[in-house]
């Protein structure tokens, strides 16, 4: 069995990617975002972290956040995100992928990928280049044009309020509402 270690500083920025099991492309619809943003504004009052920057897709999100000092617990609070997602989406009729019979022992729902990727942010050039990297997503995956083109990112927010500095502080509410 693999041994995944992942590097913990506290406080830091950390960079993640979130995957939907077997790449199920429902993330961008109305209920899941509500759903999510439910999940995630419980956990972030519960366990505070800041987003600095995030991109909802389809299948799959990408964000950055910062930690308070003194904390480098991610792990929970992505499990917590998860899953409090997850009972929330069933209840609604949200659909999942059947599992392996391997899932269903270990009591795992076809709705998330198991594991995540994380990256710890290592300077301020790193972070401008995930942020870049976050925004540009959409485009990678042909989904718009130009970064601006996709309703479900921080991308606005950092023209509109000039970058890091400001955005730090803002709730992502309207990334999920997409507003």
């Known amino acids: ?22 790449r199920q492309r429902f993330l961008t619809n109305e209920i899941a975002r509500d759903r999510l943003r439910n999940a995630w504004q419980h956990v972030c009052s519960e366990r505070p972290f800041k987003t600095t920057a995030l991109c909802l897709m389809p299948d799959h999100l990408h964000c950055i956040w910062k930690l308070p ?47 995540f990727w994380e990256h710890c942010i290592r300077d301020e050039e790193d972070l401008a280049n995930h942020i870049r990297y976050i925004h540009y997503n959409p485009v990678k995956h042909k989904l718009v044009d130009r970064p601006g083109d996709w309703q479900w990112s921080t991308f606005h927010r950092y023209k509109t309020v000039g970058g890091l500095e400001a955005i730090g502080n803002k709730p992502v509410d309207g990334i999920f509402a997409g507003e």
């Open 1 to 22: 069995m693999p041994n995944f270690r992942r590097k913990k500083f506290s406080g830091g920025y950390y960079f993640f990617t979130v995957v939907t099991y077997q």
């Open 69 to 115: 000092d003194g904390d480098s617990d991610y792990s929970t609070r992505w499990s917590l995100i998860k899953s409090g997602f997850t009972r929330q989406w069933l209840e609604v009729g949200g659909k999942e992928k059947g599992q392996s019979l391997s899932r269903i022992k270990k009591r795992r729902r076809g709705v998330w990928h198991r594991r």
